[in-house]
């Protein structure tokens, strides 16, 4: 990690510097260093933790022609500045993606230097935005909880999943829920002169105005992140096959340690459900981090070719089917391919849930249903997952449900062919989300299911 040196700062052992002399801007270097290709670059030749000389000398800085005009270069720095600013407002990232292609192989190079250096600033603004709300809010619980004297935060146990309760988006972390977060603060109750019982509502309450203060930061610090990324690619000249062996072995780890993070939770803190929701969270920020600099045309051609029409499945269920086609061909045989199980089974649910049970929410009422999870997800009052959804469809029971599905899917009897089968379809998904390992083959007839039933649908 590289970072600006203040006045009056003293390096440790392991760490070095170097000075950035104009007309380069340090920014413009911060943004360089801490890119994807940089950190790739370095481990190729580091074999330790420290930083040496020598390699900070070896360090391939790109060449800037500084030719422009000065009014000339800040006229068109701000344009880009404008445009990024606006894709980040509107929190969709494939306005950025747009403009960003013009800016390659047109645009000067003291212009995407100086456009680097104002990211580079505004990752710094971000990072430190989050870590005052993050200080705040913290800070507020233990006041809140009156803390005893002589404690800190830092002698709480579990304090890193505390301190870390928005999620790393680079490690494809979701937000810690609520009952996790305070989970961990019951655990230190003997440190609190208040009880969590006493003061839980309030503590909820805060938590969820810290997140909501933090969401839009993250996604900013995310979509900042990839741009520059994409940038340092392209500045480099590196092609897509090359960005892709760049970026697949970090992308690869990351579902493999997300797994194991999850599979060590022991089944008296969280259920099944909960379990792979929390996995298939993981595996989307993942995917859609990956997907934002690796371009898997193949796997869409092949999607293409399966299911006509996938791209226009509701939110995320897209990507779902892109991970966990992309996993099943890309993935070395000796890895796991649980993240392709669940990519495909909570691709099912998204569009059951989405295009059948919403729809027909919106039109009946509990009083119109016999299933008992059906009647209190009518009210509002309980969340259904794929296996709920495949055992009410399958059951038959609910007559005015069947009636809705026969007038809203193309093909209901081979729809609830598919369903009947719930317990194997259960077991596997929990079982990725365990320490349970999956082959290729596992994967292929989990997808041929699932394009059956999108099929249907």
């Known amino acids: ?104 192989g047109v645009t000067p190079s003291d212009v995407v230097h100086d456009f680097l250096a104002y990211l580079a600033e505004r990752m710094i603004a971000l990072n430190g935005q989050k870590q005052a709300e993050t200080t705040r809010f913290l800070d507020w619980v233990m006041k809140t909880m009156r803390l005893k004297s002589g404690m800190t935060l830092d002698d709480l146990r579990g304090k890193t999943i505390l301190q870390g309760y928005l999620g790393d988006y680079q490690k494809g972390q979701s937000e810690t829920a609520w009952k996790d977060f305070s989970r961990r603060l019951y655990e230190n109750r003997g440190v609190f002169e208040k009880s969590l019982t006493e003061m839980e509502e309030k503590i909820r309450a805060e938590y969820e105005k810290s997140l909501a203060v933090l969401r839009p930061i993250k996604h900013a610090l995310e979509q900042t992140d990839m741009l520059i990324d994409k940038i340092v690619y392209r500045l480099y000249g590196l092609s897509d096959d090359e960005i892709e062996l760049i970026e697949r072995p970090a992308y690869q780890q990351g579902l493999v340690d997300v797994k194991a993070e999850i599979a060590k ?123 709920n959804f495949m055992i009410i469809l399958s059951s038959g029971k609910d007559k005015a449900l069947r009636n809705f599905v026969q007038q809203t899917v193309r093909n209901l009897a081979g729809l609830l062919e598919l369903v009947k089968d719930n317990i194997t379809i259960r077991d596997q998904r929990n079982d990725a989300a365990h320490d349970v390992l999956f082959g290729r083959e596992d994967a292929r007839a989990m997808r041929e299911w699932a394009i059956a039933v999108l099929r249907a649908i």
Not at 26 to 36: D, E, R, V
Not at 87 to 103: D, F, H, R, T, Y
Not at 304 to 312: F, H, I, M
Not at 347 to 372: M, S
């Open 1 to 104: 990690i590289a970072q600006l040196i203040q006045p009056n700062s003293y390096l440790g052992n392991s760490l070095n510097y170097t000075l950035i002399e104009p007309p380069f801007e340090p920014k413009f270097c911060l943004a360089i260093l801490n890119s994807t290709l940089m950190n790739w670059r370095f481990k190729l030749t580091s074999s330790n933790n420290n930083v040496n000389a020598y390699e900070i000398d070896n360090f391939p800085i790109p060449r800037i022609d500084f030719t422009i005009p000065a009014d000339e270069r800040q006229a068109q720095t701000d344009a880009l500045i404008s445009a990024y600013l606006g894709a980040v407002e509107q929190g969709n990232p494939a306005p950025i993606l747009n403009w960003k292609q013009e800016v390659y």
């Open 265 to 387: 939770i022991p089944d008296d803190k969280i259920d099944d459900e909960a379990r792979v929701e929390q996995l298939s969270e993981s595996i989307l920020s993942m995917a859609r981090r990956y997907f934002a600099r690796v371009d898997p045309q193949q796997v869409a051609l092949e999607l293409d070719k399966a299911l006509p029409n996938w791209g226009k499945l509701p939110p995320d269920a897209p990507i779902f089917l892109q991970t966990g086609d992309y996993n099943l061909n890309h993935l070395p045989d000796n890895l796991d391919f649980s993240s392709s199980i669940i990519s495909y089974t909570k691709a099912v649910e998204v569009v059951l849930a989405k295009q059948i049970f919403e729809p027909f929410r919106q039109h009946y009422t509990d009083e119109d249903c016999e299933n008992e999870f059906l009647k209190k997800y009518m009210l509002g009052i309980k969340e259904l997952t794929l296996v």
